[in-house]
């Protein structure tokens, strides 16, 4: 059996890691509470028509607490970098560039970053909220109803994924829970995974414990050293895992090799080739084939 490992070592993070020690090492005399709600701020222009700062990138550091208000907008210009030890958006606001917290992070329904978001504990998606690019939590990532990640996601410990929310590439963490309708586009990489209903992962898991709800879908491969298929469960290629539980009219492609210990339920299918065609949910990600066929 494939080696079941936990990929927070993954060098694909060791970039974000680099960048995050360099921003600790940065420190002032005081820190500040930084409100963008329409007042003065200091190395910013405010376009107020537009709700808009525009803000060199010294004008936040790592100890100050960020407030940026409801439907305001933040562009930082040089690095690209709003630095914060805390930083709260309201609804509708947004980031245009990299946001970097030494403690949290959170998003407010509709709330937007455009670059990375980075946070040594917790980041916090609301509904309808969204990072552009790779979001890095040091413990828990949490995003909400059709909240949205456009690369990777890292969690230290826990991650969830609300309804009909995804993630466009890899989710890696100790504990991920995805749920009903939500997907994940590349691999799956945990100690613990659970689909809810009809979520699915589009290429791999590789988890310890996995977990599929009703209807729950992988396209390709499970690796796992216990897995459990819901009622209509599917796993497009192998399943490998030294036990296995398939619920009623569950399918598999393969299993290679044979678990220890197989228990089927009624209608429950090995070897059946291809699982249910799937209509993904269609977004800015999407090209016009995902609503086609499986891939």
């Given at each position: 059996m494939k080696q079941v490992c936990k990929g927070c070592n993954n060098?694909?993070?060791a970039a974000l890691g680099a960048s995050f020690c360099a921003l600790m090492s940065v420190t002032t005399a005081n820190a500040v509470a930084i409100a963008f709600g329409g007042a003065a701020v200091a190395r910013c222009t405010l376009d107020v028509a537009s709700l808009t700062y525009t803000c060199a990138d010294n004008a936040t550091t790592n100890i100050d607490t960020i407030d940026i208000g409801v439907n305001y907008v933040v562009t930082i210009l040089g690095d690209g970098e709003m630095k914060a030890?805390?930083?709260?958006?309201?609804?509708?606001?947004?980031?245009?560039?990299?946001?970097?917290?030494?403690?949290?992070?959170?998003?407010?329904?509709?709330?937007?970053?455009?670059?990375?978001?980075?946070?040594?504990?917790t980041v916090a998606l609301g509904a309808g909220a969204y990072v552009s690019r790779n979001l890095w939590a040091g413990t828990t990532v949490a995003m909400g109803e059709r909240s949205y990640v456009g690369r990777n996601v890292f969690a230290g410990t826990t991650f969830a994924l609300g309804a009909d929310g995804y993630v466009w590439l890899n989710v890696d963490a100790q504990t991920a829970t995805?749920?009903?309708?939500?997907?994940?586009?590349?691999?799956?990489?945990?100690?613990?995974?659970?689909?809810?209903?009809?979520?699915?992962?589009?290429?791999?898991?590789?988890?310890?414990?996995?977990?599929?709800?009703?209807?729950?879908?992988?396209?390709?491969?499970?690796?796992?050293?216990?897995?459990?298929?819901?009622?209509?469960?599917?796993?497009?290629?192998?399943?490998?895992a030294l036990?296995?539980?398939?619920?009623?009219?569950?399918?598999?492609?393969?299993?290679?090799?044979?678990?220890?210990?197989?228990?089927?339920?009624?209608?429950?299918?090995?070897?059946?080739?291809?699982?249910?065609?799937?209509?993904?949910?269609?977004?800015?990600?999407?090209?016009?084939?995902?609503?086609?066929?499986?891939?």
């Open positions: 060098l694909k993070w030890s805390t930083a709260a958006l309201g609804v509708g606001s947004g980031v245009h560039g990299d946001l970097y917290s030494a403690s949290t992070v959170a998003l407010g329904v509709n709330a937007y970053v455009t670059g990375n978001v980075t946070a040594l504990t995805l749920g009903t309708n939500a997907y994940v586009h590349r691999d799956l990489t945990a100690m613990t995974a659970t689909l809810g209903a009809n979520a699915y992962v589009n290429r791999d898991i590789t988890a310890t414990t996995v977990t599929m709800g009703a209807t729950a879908y992988v396209n390709r491969d499970v690796t796992a050293t216990t897995a459990t298929l819901g009622a209509n469960a599917c796993v497009n290629r192998n399943l490998e036990t296995a539980t398939l619920g009623a009219d569950a399918s598999v492609g393969a299993m290679v090799p044979l678990p220890t210990t197989l228990t089927l339920g009624a209608g429950a299918i090995i070897g059946d080739g291809t699982c249910r065609l799937l209509r993904r949910p269609r977004n800015a990600f999407t090209p016009i084939i995902y609503e086609r066929e499986n891939y």
